[in-house]
C-alpha cells in the first residue's frame, strides 16, 4: 500500500529493551556490578505498562508478551511489511526517572551504545535518537556531543512530561547542542513522573495518564515559544511524537490571541506563535486522534494551516491502529507524498542523501 | 472630510490627550512633545475606548531575557485586551502589517484663523488669542 | 470636557435576549464580616487569607492590568472594579440590556484558602453577601454557591443550606483542585448538586499546590493563561474517567472561561483511547464524547480568535451550538464584548441560543 518507490520514513518506531541484563556490557564496570547488586529490576516506564494494549499489538508481543525486542521483528515489520526505507527508533526505556543524574548518565550511555551495536549496526535503514539525561544538562549535553559523531542518530529525544518546562533557560545548552549539529529536538509522550501527570493532581485511571499527554505537549509548545527558544536558536526544529495532532489548532487558537494582548511580557516572541509553530515544529501522525466522519478528518487536517507539518509514523509497536491501516482515514491523498517522504527529509538534515 | 476645531491647545499639554468628537467620531488627540497625533478612539479588535487605557512605552528584544525598553509615552494600550498601538502611526504592534487604528490629520491653528473658518468648533466657542487643535475628520 | 461617545446597543439585543454566563462581582471583607464569627473575623485579619501561590497580596504570575480588570471597569465612586452594583448596572447589565447574569465571585470567597474550616467560613460568608448585597438587590443577577471544595461533606452542607433559595443559579468549582476532581473526595458535592438539580460552572483558576503543568511551573502569566485550557481538560478528563456521570445521570457542568477550541479533539482523544483500553473502565457505559455531549456547557468567553475564523465555527458545529453560553467575564481585561463577541456569520437562530436561550434553559431562568 505504501509501495517501495516512495520511500517513507516512519519517524517514530520503539525499540524495547528485552531486559535490563542486555545493557550491562555496555556499562562500566561499577555500574554494571551495582546494578546487579542493587537488585534494580528494569527501568521500564508506566507511562506505557508492559501488559497494557496500547503498549504493544497483540499480534506483535512474541510468546512472553513482549513485542520489538529484537531488530529482525522490526525491521519485518515496518521496514518489509510496511515497506518504510527508514525507521527512527526511539527507546523510551526510562533513564529520565531516575533521580541520580551520575546512574541516569551512565544508563543513557549504555542505551545508546546498545541501539547503535543491537539495532543500527543490523540493519542499515534504522536510524535513532539520542536518549539524553535530562537530570543534568551539561552531562545530556555531553551525550548529544558523544552519539552526534555518529550520523545515524538523527535527534535528540527527550519525554513530554518533565521537572521543568523544556524552555526554560537552564535547559538551553541542549537546544544550543542540537541545533549545532542539525538534530531535531524530539520530545516524545510519557513522564518522568516528577510532577503529577495533570496540575489537578494525580488522576486514577492509566487512561486519564495517556490522555493527558496531550496537554503536555501543550504546555511543552507554550515554553518553548515563551522563552524565546526558537529566537535563540533560529535553526532549531521541533518534532512532537505521539501527541495525537488534533489538539494543537485549538490550542493556537489560545495562544495566539493572548499573545497580541500580552506580547510586552515576553517582546522576544515578535510573531504569531502559530506562524512559530508552522516554522519550527513538527507533528507525527501516529496516533491520530480522529473524528469519527472523513470529511471532519479532512476538515481537521484544514485547521493545521500547512502541509509541512505532519510526519508519517507507525509507532509500532504501540497499539494504535489495527492491520496495516497506517495513514489514518481522511487525510486527503493528495497529503500522503507529504507525509510519508517529503516532509520528514526536510525536517531531519541527517537523512538526507549525502 | 471636513475640518473640526476641537479644543484649545493649553488643554493638550505635552504628555497629554484628551477624547473629543469630531464631526460624530470619537477620537482621541495626543500630544507628544509638542506634536499633535489623532486616533480614533475605537480599538479595530473588539471596540473597547482606547482613551480609556494607559500610555506607555515600547517595550521590543532581540534576545530572550532583554527588555529594551524605549519611547515612553508613545504606546497606547487598550483598556481591554491590552492590544499596543503606536500613537504616531496607529499601527498595532502584534500585526502592524494588518491591524491599525485610523489615524486622522490634526495641525494646530491660531485662533485668528480659526475665527474665520473653514474650521467647525462643536462645543466651545473660540477666541482670536488662542490656539487651537483641528482635527481633519 | 471629555464627552462620552458609546454605540448604542440596547435596541440589537432587544431582539435575541441576553444572559451573561460569568460575571465576577468583588465582594469585600467588610461585607463579609457579619457573617464571620469573631474566631474567623480575628483570624483573616491576622493570618489573611493563604493561597498555595504563596503571596499575601498579588500572584507569582503577576496580571497584566491592576485586579485582571479592564482599565476602565475601575468605579468613579471608588473601590475595586465590580465591588459597586451601580457601576455594574451602569456600565455592563443595562449598557448592553443584559437580562440575566450569573455571578461568580473568585475572591475573597475562601475558595483556595489552605485551612479547611477557615475555607468553611468564608465561603458561608461569601454566599450571604452574594445574596444580601447583590441578588436580592439587583432581580437580574443570581448568585453562586462557593464551597469549599476540599472538604466535600462541608462543601455538602453549604449546598444543602443553599439549594432551596432562588438567589443560587449553580454551584461553584475552581478548575485546578488538589486532587483530580472526578475522584471520590469530590462526590459529596455532586451529590448535593445533583440532588439540588443545580449545574456545576467549573471556572478556570485555584491554586492546586501542583505545578500549573504537568512539567512543572512556568515562567511567565502568559502561560498560566493557556493553561488554563489545559486544566479543563483535565477536568473534563477526569470526571468522565471516574465515572462521576454513570454515579449522576443528571449533572450538568459548565466550563466557564475555559475557552472551547480544545473540546473536540479532546473528544476525538478519549473516545480513542477509550476504544482500546476500554477494559480498564468498565464503569464507563458509553463513549467519552458522549459523556461530553450530555453533561458538558461551554462558555464563549475568551472567544477563540482563529487565523480562519470559518474554523471556529467548524469547532462550535462539533461540540453543538445548544452546549454553547454567552460570557462576558467582566470587569476582566479579556472582557468579551457582547455586542461584537460571536462571530458574525452566526445564523439569528444560532445567536439566539448562544446568547440567551442556552442559558436559559440550563439555569432554569425566566
Not at chain 1, 496540575?199 to 515559544?225: C, K, M, N, R
Not at chain 1, 522576544?268 to 507525527?284: F, K, M, N, Q, Y
Not at chain 3, 462558555?299 to 453543538?320: F, L, R
Request: aromatic residues 10%; charged residues 25%; proline residues 7%.
Amino acid at each position: 500500500m505504501m509501495g517501495p518507490e516512495l520511500k517513507a520514513i516512519d519517524c517514530d518506531v520503539h525499540p524495547s529493551v528485552p531486559d535490563i541484563k542486555v545493557l550491562l556490557p555496555y556499562l562500566d564496570t561499577f555500574w554494571r556490578d551495582s546494578i546487579s547488586e542493587r537488585g534494580m529490576p528494569s527501568l521500564e516506564s508506566i507511562s506505557y505498562p508492559p501488559n497494557a494494549p496500547i503498549s504493544a499489538r497483540p499480534d506483535f508481543r512474541g510468546t512472553n508478551g513482549a513485542a520489538a525486542t529484537d531488530v529482525s521483528q522490526l525491521s519485518a515489520q515496518v521496514l518489509d511489511r510496511w515497506q518504510a526505507s527508514i525507521a527512527i527508533c526511539n527507546c523510551l526505556y526510562g533513564i529520565q526517572l531516575l533521580f541520580s543524574e551520575d546512574m541516569a548518565a551512565a544508563f543513557a550511555r549504555a542505551l545508546n551504545d546498545w541501539i547503535a551495536k543491537e539495532w543500527l549496526d543490523r540493519d542499515a535503514r534504522l536510524r535513532a535518537s539520542i536518549v539524553v539525561p535530562m537530570q543534568n544538562v551539561d552531562m545530556a549535553v555531553d551525550e548529544i556531543e558523544r552519539c552526534a559523531k555518529d550520523r545515524r542518530f538523527v535527534q535528540v529525544l527527550v519525554l513530554v512530561m518533565q521537572e521543568t518546562p523544556l524552555g526554560r533557560r537552564s535547559n538551553w545548552p541542549i537546544f544550543a547542542a542540537a541545533e549545532r549539529h542539525g538534530l531535531p529536538l524530539g520530545i516524545h509522550a510519557g513522564s518522568a513522573y516528577r510532577n503529577p501527570v495533570t496540575s489537578l493532581g494525580w488522576p486514577s485511571w492509566y487512561i486519564e495518564d495517556y490522555a493527558a499527554q496531550s496537554q503536555g505537549f501543550q504546555s511543552q509548545v507554550a515554553s518553548l515559544i515563551c522563552e524565546g527558544v526558537f529566537a535563540k536558536f533560529p535553526a532549531l526544529k521541533v518534532v512532537l511524537i505521539e501527541s495525537g495532532v488534533t489538539w494543537l489548532p485549538g490550542f493556537l487558537w489560545r495562544f495566539s490571541k493572548f499573545w497580541r494582548g500580552l506580547r510586552t511580557e515576553v517582546p522576544w516572541v515578535d510573531r504569531s506563535p502559530a506562524e512559530i509553530v508552522r516554522d519550527h515544529i513538527r507533528l507525527t501522525i501516529q496516533p491520530f486522534d480522529a473524528p469519527e466522519s472523513t470529511d471532519d478528518v479532512e476538515r481537521a487536517v484544514d485547521h493545521l494551516r500547512s502541509d509541512d507539518i505532519l510526519l508519517f509514523s507507525s509507532d509500532f509497536p504501540h497499539w494504535q491502529f489495527d492491520g496495516d491501516q497506517l495513514m489514518p482515514a481522511g487525510i486527503p491523498a493528495g497529503l500522503h507524498r507529504k507525509i510519508l517522504v517529503d516532509n520528514p527529509l526536510a525536517t531531519y538534515d541527517r537523512l538526507k542523501p549525502t | 472630510m471636513a475640518k473640526h476645531v476641537v479644543a484649545p491647545v493649553s488643554e493638550i499639554p505635552p504628555g497629554g490627550r484628551k477624547l473629543v468628537n469630531a464631526g460624530g467620531r470619537a477620537i482621541i488627540v495626543f500630544n507628544l512633545d509638542g506634536e499633535f497625533f489623532a486616533l480614533n478612539n475605537r480599538c479595530p479588535h473588539r471596540g473597547g475606548s482606547l482613551c480609556d487605557g494607559i500610555v506607555t512605552g515600547l517595550v521590543l528584544s532581540d534576545e530572550p531575557g532583554r527588555y529594551d525598553y524605549s519611547r515612553r509615552g508613545e504606546i497606547i494600550r487598550c483598556p481591554w485586551h491590552s492590544w499596543e498601538f503606536d500613537i504616531r502611526t496607529g499601527q498595532s504592534w502584534c500585526d502592524p502589517k494588518k491591524v491599525r487604528v485610523r489615524q486622522y490629520g490634526v495641525s494646530v491653528e491660531p485662533g485668528a484663523r480659526v475665527v474665520q473658518g473653514p474650521y467647525v468648533a462643536e462645543t466651545f466657542s473660540v477666541s482670536v488669542e488662542n490656539d487651537y487643535v483641528v482635527v481633519e475628520a | 470636557m471629555n464627552i462620552e461617545v458609546r454605540q448604542p446597543v440596547r435596541a440589537q439585543k432587544a431582539k435575541v435576549g441576553l444572559i451573561d454566563c460569568d460575571i465576577h462581582p468583588k465582594l469585600t471583607v467588610e461585607q463579609m464580616r457579619p457573617y464571620l464569627s469573631n474566631r474567623w473575623w480575628d483570624y483573616l485579619q491576622t493570618y489573611g487569607i493563604r493561597y498555595r501561590h504563596g503571596y499575601a497580596k498579588g500572584y507569582a504570575y503577576p496580571k497584566m492590568t491592576p485586579q485582571a480588570a479592564r482599565r476602565d471597569a475601575w468605579p468613579p465612586g471608588g473601590g475595586l472594579p465590580a465591588s459597586d452594583l451601580d457601576f455594574v448596572r451602569v456600565q455592563h447589565l443595562d449598557h448592553y440590556g443584559v437580562d440575566h447574569g450569573i455571578m461568580n465571585p473568585l475572591s475573597p470567597t475562601g475558595q483556595g484558602e489552605q485551612n479547611p474550616e477557615f475555607s468553611t467560613a468564608l465561603c458561608f460568608a461569601a454566599n450571604e453577601v452574594q445574596a444580601e448585597v447583590w441578588t436580592h438587590r439587583e432581580p437580574r443577577l443570581r448568585s453562586s454557591i462557593v464551597v469549599p471544595y476540599e472538604d466535600g461533606e462541608a462543601s455538602r452542607a453549604e449546598i444543602r443550606r443553599r439549594a432551596a433559595s432562588k438567589d443560587y443559579a449553580q454551584v461553584f468549582l475552581l478548575s485546578r483542585t488538589s486532587e483530580a476532581i472526578g475522584r471520590r473526595r469530590y462526590w459529596p458535592i455532586f451529590e448535593a448538586a445533583a440532588e439540588a438539580g443545580l449545574p456545576i460552572g467549573i471556572h478556570v483558576f485555584g491554586y492546586s499546590g501542583w505545578p500549573m503543568t504537568s512539567t512543572g511551573y512556568p515562567s511567565f502569566y502568559i502561560e498560566e493563561m493557556t493553561e488554563h485550557a489545559t486544566s479543563s481538560q483535565a477536568v473534563v478528563t477526569s470526571m468522565i474517567m471516574e465515572g462521576v456521570f454513570e454515579r449522576y445521570r443528571d449533572l450538568k457542568i459548565v466550563l466557564i472561561e475555559s475557552g472551547f477550541g480544545w473540546l473536540p479533539a479532546l473528544g476525538w482523544r478519549l473516545d480513542k483511547h477509550w476504544k482500546r483500553l476500554k477494559d480498564e473502565v468498565p464503569h464507563l457505559k458509553r463513549a467519552p464524547s458522549e459523556y461530553i455531549r450530555e453533561h458538558f456547557w461551554v462558555t464563549t468567553q475568551p472567544m477563540e480568535e482563529a487565523e480562519q475564523p470559518e474554523h471556529v465555527i467548524d469547532a462550535m458545529n462539533w461540540i453543538g451550538m445548544d452546549r454553547i453560553l454567552f460570557a462576558s467575564d467582566y470587569p476582566h481585561w479579556d472582557f468579551d464584548d457582547p455586542v461584537l463577541a460571536l462571530p458574525p456569520s452566526l445564523s439569528e437562530h444560532q445567536r439566539r441560543m448562544i446568547y440567551a436561550d442556552n442559558a436559559r434553559a440550563l439555569y432554569k431562568l425566566g
